[in-house]
């Protein structure tokens, strides 16, 4: 009887210690589970924080970009202002090229310049520009042309 009582008491013990390591062994699982879940976490951790990197970088540049375009376009506005204070000359007023000063007659005939109002012959106005008071391109002297497109100095 007492040999019953000890076998059915080793067995209960077994049992509860097999109970215990089969908990611990999905505990176990489970852990790797996660232990997994978490490395795949940390790598698309890595991934996004490189992502976010080089996209602080581009906004970086994206800035420097910015700025020299909106001091380019300051420039050309100064360029633009400058050469449009002069008044559109009166035709009864010229009768020579403001730049070859070259005789205006029925053959040579007077043409404005758009952007700063002086007479100019043909040979010395025959550039086409966009302006910014015009829809489509416009007839320029070839020094307002040569102002308008020399690339704006860093100041």
């Known amino acids: 009887m007492i040999e019953r009582q000890w076998r059915s008491s080793i067995q209960a013990?077994?049992?509860?210690?097999?109970?215990?390591a089969a908990t611990a062994q999905?505990?176990?699982?489970?852990?790797?589970?996660?232990?997994?879940?978490?490395?795949?976490?940390?790598?698309?951790?890595?991934?996004?924080?490189?992502?976010?990197?080089?996209?602080?970088?581009?906004?970086?540049?994206?800035?420097?970009?910015?700025?020299?375009?909106?001091?380019?376009?300051a420039d050309m506005k100064e360029k633009s202002d400058q050469l449009r204070q002069s008044a559109w000359t009166d035709d009864k007023e010229v009768t020579s090229c403001?730049?070859?000063?070259?005789?205006?007659?029925?053959?040579?005939?007077?043409?404005?310049?758009?952007?700063?109002?002086?007479?100019?012959?043909?040979?010395?106005?025959?550039?086409?520009?966009q302006l910014a008071s015009s829809a489509k391109p416009v007839r320029v002297c070839d020094r307002c042309f040569t102002l308008l497109l020399q690339p704006s100095v860093k100041k």
């Open 26 to 73: 999905q505990e176990l699982e489970e852990l790797r589970v996660v232990r997994q879940r978490h490395e795949l976490l940390e790598r698309d951790h890595a991934d996004l924080q490189e992502v976010v990197a080089n996209q602080e970088q581009t906004l970086v540049e994206l800035g420097g970009t910015l700025q020299r375009s909106k001091e380019e376009a």
């Open 98 to 129: 403001a730049q070859c000063s070259a005789g205006f007659s029925l053959s040579r005939r007077k043409h404005h310049c758009r952007q700063c109002g002086l007479i100019f012959c043909a040979t010395c106005s025959d550039n086409q520009m």
């Open 13 to 20: 013990e077994l049992q509860r210690e097999r109970d215990k």
